[in-house]
């Protein structure tokens, strides 16, 4: 059986105490849902609230992500973040590939590897990120693409670390548009994801790789979506940023 997993990505939203208050709020909300042990629930914050969030969340179910992280140990790598400083500030996961990261910063399948490398060097849980964008789904490539992929953002992972990760599938078109892919269009392509995994570390270990679909999701999707075969949680953008719906689509799902 896996764990489900739901992570609220707040991307470049919320200030130190705009954080502090919503996890203050939401440990209140989680503490009324029943069996809410049953998963892990995981608020993927801005590097800066990082630690104040470690110091106030101890003991609590809520665990900690970052948003990125730097490939390279140390050095001269200005504004950036590596994997030690993120695990120290407190942080369990790390989001790596993330679309935006793709589009905007110029990541690549191979940074994608480097990265997914450092954070599990590190003891920090990669959510590896992937999706096509709209003119790919039309063109009927999504299983390709996504295949290449997960192939290269996890070359040269061992199967034992390769169980430590999450995969995200989120198709672009569906980030922060209010579109979501169909549930079985969504498994569909997190069960392929899964045979890829199959093929590269052998079914049982594929089997304990916990495989979420991020796109839109909300209180009113999750249940569906949760209720496929081959999805086990959801990477949550915009519906993570208030605790009320946060709280609401964990109790859903
Ligand atoms: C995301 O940022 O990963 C995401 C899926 O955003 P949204 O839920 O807003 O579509």
Not at 54 to 60: A, D, K, R, T, V
Not at 95 to 100: L, N
Not at 106 to 128: C, F, M, R, W, Y
Not at 203 to 211: F, L, N, S, Y
Request: glycine letters at 8%.
């Amino acid at each position: 059986m896996r764990k489900p997993i739901l992570a609220g990505n707040w991307k470049m939203f919320k200030t130190v105490s705009q954080a502090l208050s919503y996890v203050e709020h939401l440990e209140g909300l989680l503490a009324e849902i029943q069996g809410v042990e049953a998963a892990d629930v995981v608020i993927c914050a801005p590097a800066t609230s990082l630690y104040p969030l470690h110091n106030q969340l101890e003991g609590s179910r809520i665990k900690l992500g970052a948003q990125n992280v730097h490939q390279a140990e140390e050095g001269a790598y200005t504004g950036e973040s590596s994997a030690i400083m993120l695990k120290d500030a407190g942080a369990n996961y790390v989001i790596i590939g993330h679309s935006e990261r793709r589009q905007y910063f110029g990541e690549t399948d191979e940074s994608v590897n480097a990265k997914t490398q450092q954070a599990l060097k590190h003891g920090l849980l990669p959510i590896v990120c992937v999706g096509e964008d709209l003119d790919q789904r039309n063109q009927g490539v999504t299983n390709t693409l996504v295949e290449s992929q997960v192939r290269a953002a996890f070359s040269a992972v061992s199967v034992e670390d390769v169980t430590r990760c999450v995969v995200a599938y989120e198709p672009i078109w569906a980030i922060g548009t209010g579109m979501t892919a169909t549930a079985q269009d969504a498994n569909a392509v997190c069960a392929h994801i899964r045979t890829v995994l199959s093929d590269l570390y052998g079914k049982a270990a594929a089997d304990q790789i916990r495989i979420q679909y991020g796109g839109s999701v909300k209180p009113d999707n999750i249940a569906e979506l949760m209720s496929q075969s081959d999805i086990d949680g959801a990477l949550v953008g915009g519906a993570s940023l208030d605790p009320g719906s946060f709280s609401k689509l964990v109790k859903e799902a």
